[in-house]
């Protein structure tokens, strides 16, 4: 069995982390603003967790997404958890626009076609208010 | 703009509701026992909601994931709230295996290929434990 990549990084840009989970920016270049929030512990599944633990797990979900709402303003917030690949728990936060790659797939469906320019001056404004939002995010987390 | 699908109709055969949520098992031939939790009220994100609600409908999903777990011992759960195309809120509770469709793909990625006979055999042994898993899933969540 290969390491586990989230037991041997943080997986991004820490933005937050307390002694049970941390949050963190990854490198998605077509995705500004996709934040992941990853539990220490090598864990699979959310019922693997004590109800306190997955309270605790999707409080800062919701910061998370309360702080890209007041932020970044999306179109919508898309959240997932799968593991399939790294079977470590964590949590995928993405703020998604009309005009983004794959809406209105999910992020790991097909991209859309004809969304060229589009897309780059979506990113590009969604960049320029990153600092925003990672100031808001630090300040919700506590 | 469209009348709303999840307004419209269950989105599913009816498992089990209460006066908030409803738990339906959708037609989605490629992945018996695929649930959805489904908000009753017309709501677009889960910060919409009061905490205490978030709780009911968390609360709904984790017992959906220990039911798959128990009754159908996926070797993943999945778990998504997109809302991209019906902006109302719901959940998606997807048993994985890995000679499914996709893995490790997301259900809404790319299919894998060379796997006929695996994926047919696999969704024949998943339907004949949906009766268990139903009657397991209502009896946790009361």
New interface residues.
Partial sequence: MPACPLCASDGGQLVWRDERLRVVLPDEPDYPGFTRVVWHAHV????DLPAAD??AL?RA??AV??AQ?EALAPD??????????V?HLHWHVVP?WRDDRN????V???AATGRGEAVGARRRAVRERLPAYLALLQARLG
């Fill in positions: 699979a599944e959310m019922t997955r309270e999707m979900v919701w997404e309360a709402r919508k917030v898309n959240l997932a958890s799968f593991g399939n690949m079977a998604r809406f209105p797939e999910s790991w469906g097909p």
